[in-house]
Each structure stands twice: as structure tokens, then as C-alpha cells.
């Protein structure tokens, strides 16, 4: 709500020709600035606090309306398991002797997470190393083995490329964290896409660049559309679980952007070239992301707005949060 002072009071509105109701007034003209400057910043921080709430009640019904299993629950867990098993003494020493041409595999390390999903047999983390200490040094690749004779033999293949001295870099986790919620998110949808969509001719790997139609038929593909925008939708969810305001839109052109359209180019490809192969991924890519933004509410005409179905999930929360509070009385 804009808030503008005329003389001693402060009225709601933006300029005193166009003032509406009074709000209240001052002694004089500083005190009614001081009064002015906090209805301002009262406004400001509850408009930061309903947009963090409804992040928060977003990112629930996200998890909840999926008919597929837990995705962000799964890419959750893995992601303490893995930050466990980095900061565990035996590893960052092994880490830290270990040569540059050689990897540290640990097979099986995702415990009882993936227990009673019959699609991911385990994960298997690979690590090596570098001498870098910036974010540069840093790099995840992720990788869903399908076996397509047994689905229950299917293993989730993790590398990680990290500076040698990772545990004394303060920043780690954090260099760490989005990129690898959005290779996890990414790798455990398509555990839960269908054989026939994990079998179609996808070019994977260097061979996805040989041309525009491979490049085409890769990003484009079905799978890779379901595996890409639950990657991004992954590194959005942890964003604003970090305090980020996050627009999935812009996250999708970014990695449009910076995956596909930069390293076509680097590849030699020019940008007339690309952009209709480029124009025909978006769509793809954003009509996939529209259909799950919808199921929760997060696209409409009012974006300051809970939808219904946020607005009960709030409610729930709140006679949740007063129960709880009761219990600890």
C-alpha cells in the first residue's frame, strides 16, 4: 500500500492531489516524515513476508499434487546424505591425498532412501579433484543408468569435481547446492519416466551437437523436456528455501540460454541457425513448466493472490503451527 505525507499527516495514496483516507497525523513536519519512512517500511516487510509464505505454501503443494513419487523429498534426503558423506573426516582426508587422475567411488550411498521405489536400484558418487578454489572448481554430473530389461536394476550415477581443499572453503556448500539439486531433481524424474520414453532415439553426450536435429532431438525430446524443467523447477525449490524470490520463468530462459544457445555456438553454430530450433525447445520446455505451475496455482492474472487451493493449504498450516504450539505448552 503507497503511503505519501501532506504537511503533518500521512494519507494512503501516492501524491497529495490524488490523497486518500488519513492514516493518522504529527506534532510537525519530522515527526510526520519518521511516521511516513515506518508505515513504509512496515508495508514493505509484510509484502516480503506474504510472498515468502506463499513461496512456502507453493513449494508444499508442489511436492503434494505430483502423482508421480517425491521428488524433491528424494532429491532432499540424497543431498544431506552427500553432504554427509563429504564432511565426514575419512573422505576429506582421502580427498585431500588423493592425485588429480584418479576418483574416489563410493557405491550404495543412499542408505534406506530409496527403499520402497523399485526404479533406482542405488546411487553410486563419484569424486575427483582439482586445484581450484572458486566456484569455477566446482562441477555435477548426474546420470539415471536405466536398465530397460529390469527398471530395479537402474542405478543414479553422481560425479562430483571439487577442489581438493573443499572443507576449508566456507562457500562450498552453497557453490555446491543449486546445481546439485537441479542434476538430482533432473536424473530422479527420469527414474519415473515410462521405459518407452527413456528408449526413444535421444542423442546423449557430444553427439547431441553433430547437428541441429540432434541438438533438437535431444532437447526436445520428451524425456529430456520432463528431465530439464524438473531441474530447473529443483534449483528454484531450493533457492527459496534459501530466501531467494525466484521467477521459474527467467530460470528457464537462463537455462536455455547458457545450455543450449551458448554452447551451440561455441560449437560453431551460428545464431540464425539456432533460433528456430531454440524457438521450438522453449515451447516445450515452458508449456511443461505452465502444466505443473498450474497444478499449483502459481500462474493467474493476480500474482499477489493466493489461489484457493493455496489459501486452504494455508489454512491448514496455521491450525497446524496453533496445534503444535498447544501441544508444547
Not at 148 to 160: A, C, F, N, T
Amino acid at each position: 500500500m503507497p503511503y505519501v505525507r501532506c504537511g503533518k499527516c500521512v494519507h494512503k495514496g501516492k501524491t497529495c492531489k490524488g490523497k486518500g483516507k488519513k492514516i493518522g497525523c504529527s506534532d510537525s513536519i519530522p515527526k510526520a516524515k519518521k511516521y511516513l519512512k515506518t508505515l513504509r517500511w512496515r508495508s514493505a516487510h509484510e509484502s516480503r513476508e506474504i510472498t515468502e509464505l506463499r513461496q512456502l505454501v507453493r513449494t508444499i503443494l508442489l511436492i503434494e499434487n505430483d502423482s508421480q513419487p517425491n521428488l524433491a523429498s528424494y532429491a532432499d534426503r540424497l543431498w544431506d546424505v552427500i553432504i554427509d558423506v563429504l564432511n565426514s573426516d575419512d573422505i576429506k582426508s582421502r580427498v585431500r591425498d588423493m592425485p588429480l587422475d584418479q576418483e574416489l567411488s563410493i557405491v550404495g550411498v543412499e542408505g534406506e532412501i530409496f527403499s520402497n521405489y523399485e526404479n533406482i536400484n542405488q546411487v553410486n558418487l563419484h569424486i575427483a579433484v582439482n586445484n581450484l578454489n572458486d566456484k569455477s572448481g566446482v562441477q555435477v554430473q548426474a546420470h539415471y543408468a536405466c536398465n530397460v530389461e529390469d527398471r530395479s536394476k537402474s542405478d543414479l550415477i553422481l560425479g562430483l569435481y571439487i577442489p581438493r581443499e573443499y572443507s576449508g572453503i566456507p562457500e562450498f556448500e552453497r557453490w555446491l547446492e543449486f546445481d546439485l539439486a537441479d542434476a538430482l531433481s533432473h536424473e530422479i524424474q527420469h527414474s519415473c519416466d515410462t521405459t518407452e520414453m527413456l528408449s526413444a532415439d535421444i542423442p546423449e553426450g557430444e553427439e547431441k551437437w553433430i547437428s541441429i536435429d540432434h541438438i533438437y532431438r535431444h532437447f526436445g525430446s520428451d524425456a529430456e523436456t520432463r528431465g530439464y524443467v524438473a531441474g530447473i523447477l529443483g534449483r528454484g525449490r531450493r533457492m527459496e528455501m534459501r530466501g531467494h524470490s525466484v521467477d521459474y520463468n527467467q530460470l528457464l530462459t537462463n537455462d536455455l540460454v547458457g545450455r543450449v544457445f551458448d554452447q551451440a555456438l561455441l560449437r560453431g553454430y551460428s545464431e540464425e541457425e539456432m533460433y528456430p530450433v531454440m524457438n521450438s525447445i522453449a515451447t516445450k520446455w515452458d508449456q511443461r513448466m505452465t502444466d505443473i505451475l498450474k497444478k499449483i496455482g502459481a500462474v493467474d492474472d493476480d500474482p499477489g493472490e493466493l489461489s484457493p487451493e493455496e489459501a486452504e493449504k494455508l489454512e491448514q498450516l496455521v491450525d497446524k503451527a496453533v496445534d503444535d504450539a498447544l501441544d508444547d505448552e
